[in-house]
């Protein structure tokens, strides 16, 4: 399988005690597709196709304040 998975965060402060994180979490970033399945019965009709793939490209973001 081919994922790149990456996660950003930068926290800022907002007073002295209150504070903001915000953060990005990107998987399967490139958006690369991932076949699996492959059928390898030489006897059947589907020899050689493709009946599943993985994951696609998800993208979340948060945001934290603390006080």
């Known amino acids: 399988m081919f994922l790149w998975d990456?996660?950003?965060r930068k926290e800022f402060g907002v007073s002295e005690s209150v504070?903001?994180?915000f953060q990005g979490d990107f998987f399967n970033l490139p958006n690369?597709?991932?076949f699996r399945g492959l059928s390898?019965?030489?006897s059947s009709l589907a020899f050689g196709s493709i009946s599943a793939?993985?994951?696609s490209r998800?993208?979340?973001?948060?945001?934290k304040v603390q006080f």
């Open 40 to 42: 390898t019965d030489a």
């Open 19 to 21: 504070k903001v994180r």
């Open 32 to 34: 690369h597709a991932n």
């Open 53 to 55: 793939a993985g994951p």
């Open 58 to 63: 998800n993208i979340q973001f948060g945001l």
């Open 6 to 8: 990456l996660s950003t």
